[in-house]
């Protein structure tokens, strides 16, 4: 079975935010036996600071086996060093969601 990945946008925190939908349905998609990738972006990388109740369902997912990048970019722009960033959170590229999304067989953002 192909991955799925899930790239969040906004922190789900934040009222309103699809993210927190998202990171449920991720948790939905472990349970079915999937593949599951989240990419943290633009305002989503709030999440690599390791704090809340979001990122404790970000941690369940890694737990469980889902692979978590972050944008790279976005990491800068909101000033998260990579040093800072929890483990399981690697540092990531554009082009390698780029990849991911021509991996996947379920891609929502």
């Not at 079975?1 to 449920?24: G, I, K, W």
């Not at 972006?41 to 941690?59: C, I, K, W």
């Not at 540092?91 to 969601?97: F, V």
């Given at each position: ?24 349905l ?34 369940e ?28 959170i690697t ?7 780029a ?11």
């Open positions: 079975m192909l991955p799925a990945t899930l790239v969040l946008r906004d922190h789900p925190d934040n009222p309103d935010s699809p993210s927190a939908s998202a990171l449920r991720g948790g939905a998609l472990l349970a079915s036996n999937r593949e599951l990738r989240v990419f943290l972006l633009d305002r989503g990388v709030g999440l690599a600071r390791g704090t809340g109740d979001s990122f404790e369902l970000l941690n997912l890694m737990e469980a086996g889902a692979e978590v990048r972050a944008c790279g970019f976005s990491l800068d722009r909101h000033q998260i060093p990579e040093s800072d960033l929890p483990g399981g540092r990531s590229s554009m082009k390698a969601l990849q991911w999304c021509e991996d996947a067989q379920v891609f929502l953002f």
